[in-house]
């Protein structure tokens, strides 16, 4: 329950990434792993900050529980799906694709919560998604 920091980058033979009941998790770091297919946060409602930029693998992230969520770099991965709708504090959302796919789906909690949202880094909107579903939670 200690456990503040987790940095697992550049892990060649990391394919899952499963963190239980860490309350005082706040940064995580897992980029550059090209295998790391899944990750899972449970119980850790402190993580802040999210490093996944790099993990070729990696196609689905749902972040819903990381309601302290403030900054999330995901570029250059493989995702299509994205889930940060109970993430009200996330004000720094870098999703640019590998290559020329992208995020399909993207849930967010309110557009207005989100300062910066980038899926080409020369453009602030995201040209690849075809639903995005914003949860108002007010």
């Not at 060649?12 to 897992?30: F, G, M, N, Q, Y």
């Not at 709708?85 to 999703?95: F, G, Q, V, Y």
Request: net charge negative; charged share 15%; glycine share 2%.
């Amino acid at each position: 329950p200690l456990l503040e920091k987790v940095n697992c980058s550049r892990s060649s033979t990391l394919v899952a990434l499963i963190v239980s009941e860490c309350p005082r998790l706040s940064d995580v770091k897992c980029s550059s792993s090209p295998n790391l297919s899944s990750i899972d946060f449970d119980g850790c409602s402190t993580l802040s900050t999210l490093h996944t930029n790099a993990c070729t693998s990696l196609t689905s992230l749902d972040l819903s529980q990381c309601v302290a969520l403030t900054t999330l770099h995901c570029f250059e991965c493989a995702l299509t799906y994205l889930d940060v709708s109970h993430c009200p504090l996330l004000t720094t959302l870098d999703c640019s694709p590998m290559s020329g796919d992208g995020l399909e789906k993207v849930f967010v909690t309110s557009a207005q919560t989100i300062a910066r949202v980038t899926e080409n880094r020369n453009d602030s909107y995201i040209p690849k998604t075809t639903e995005l579903v914003v949860v108002d939670t007010e």
